[in-house]
């Protein structure tokens, strides 16, 4: 089975450089010119996304299996090879994180299968690791100036609160945590407080941050919070609805992509 690795070190702290990794355009443009395509599926990725992807005429589908703080993992499915993953880990060190990407795949077989690994495979592979190397590492630097909106996943009695939006008309109907921008003269959890007294009209207790920060445009973080009701009754003044959801019901709602990257995470802090 080939296998093929590269490390980076990016001078951004480890929760930038997940972010550029959540963001699913990056590697679209990254292997631009080189012979391959990737194309469809959501802005960020998470946990069951997918990417439809081709090398010349040969077509496939990635999906992704891993998209939190700890990296991004995808397989592909449907396409020519009996196997094919890649993994990026990201570690802490004192100089930055290290971004640590593998790509592992199982030829069709026989002595043109492994001809094709040795020719084409391995040095197309490690164009795209590289590439996407760069990549990431250009747009963490670009994230470090990035403004922040802040979401609360707020906890009570057992279950999470989430609201639907009314607008504009590609969200409309979808699922997200309460929440907003920061202002200048905030910090995070004044903006937690803020938003949600002013969209929901309830007191609130902000936390620990969880879930990694997610990109939603070149210049904008989403970060989630835990939250905690302290008073008030949810009441939305600039959404459709809310809805309280248990562990079960956590995935039956259409969720804004940007929320769905933090599901694995919310259903952790929920019985």
Request: glycine residues 10%; contains cysteine.
């Amino acid at each position: 089975m080939p296998e093929l690795r590269t490390t980076t070190l990016v001078d951004a702290p480890l929760r930038t450089v997940a972010a550029a990794l959540l963001d699913a355009r990056l590697l679209a443009r990254a292997v631009r010119g080189l012979g391959v395509r990737i194309t469809g599926g959501a802005p960020v990725l998470f946990a069951g996304a997918s990417l439809a992807g081709s090398v010349g005429p040969v077509n496939g589908t990635l999906v992704v299996t891993r998209a939190d703080t700890t990296g991004v993992s995808a397989e592909l499915v449907g396409g020519p090879l009996p196997r094919f993953t890649l993994v990026t880990d990201l570690l802490h060190t004192g100089g930055g994180t290290m971004v640590v990407d593998s790509v592992e795949w199982t030829s069709p077989g026989g002595p043109f299968g492994r001809l094709a690994d040795v020719l084409v495979g391995r040095g197309l592979a490690l164009k795209v690791l590289e590439a996407r190397a760069a990549a990431v590492s250009a747009r963490s630097v670009e994230l470090l100036r990035a403004r922040v909106v802040v979401a609360a996943a707020i906890i009570h009695e057992g279950r999470l609160l989430a609201q639907q939006r009314g607008y504009p008309p590609e969200a409309a109907g979808k699922w997200e945590l309460p929440g907003g921008r920061v202002e200048p003269d905030e910090t995070d959890h004044d903006a937690v407080i803020r938003e949600c007294a002013e969209e929901l009209g309830i007191t609130v207790t902000p936390g620990d941050q969880v879930g990694p920060d997610i990109p939603l445009r070149p210049d904008l973080l989403l970060r989630a919070y835990a939250a905690t009701l302290t008073s008030g009754t949810p009441t939305p003044t600039d959404h459709q609805a809310t809805r309280w959801l248990t562990s079960t019901t956590l995935d039956t709602v259409d969720w804004l992509p940007a929320d769905r990257v933090l599901l694995p995470t919310l259903h952790l802090l929920l019985p």
